[in-house]
């Protein structure tokens, strides 16, 4: 697959996942009795916030870690449109009458969704 070929454009291919806030501990030389961390995704059509919740249950593999989903105000992903849909048959007629000189690449759904992975005593 093309796309799948090239580090740019590989993300939009599948679910991502970025870690943008961990936090435990307090001081140096102290161990942490809690820890957590703020998981943000980008969801792909076909998958769900619960598919990609099991997912994490089964990677982490370990009880002691719990996995919320921030789900106030998120939604599933789009269902992929139809290639025959008037939309896209608009969209499609559009770009076959633009002479293309540059491109930019953008993921297929730009829904974040935010996962709270948290360990408690």
Request: glycine fraction near 4%; include cysteine.
């Amino acid at each position: 697959m093309v796309l799948a070929s090239s580090p740019k454009t590989d993300a939009v291919l599948r679910t991502t996942v970025a870690q943008t806030m961990i936090h435990s501990g307090v001081k140096a030389n102290v161990l942490p009795s809690v820890a957590w961390a703020v998981v943000n995704t980008r969801i792909i059509p076909g998958e769900t916030i619960g598919t990609v919740s099991d997912f994490m249950r089964q990677a982490i593999n370990d009880p002691r870690v719990k996995i919320n989903p921030d789900i106030a105000g998120c939604f599933d992903p789009s269902p992929k449109s139809s290639a025959e849909a008037f939309g896209y048959k608009v969209i499609e007629k559009s770009v076959r009458q633009v002479r293309v000189t540059s491109s930019a690449v953008n993921n297929s759904n730009n829904a974040v969704y935010s996962f709270v992975c948290s360990t408690f005593e």
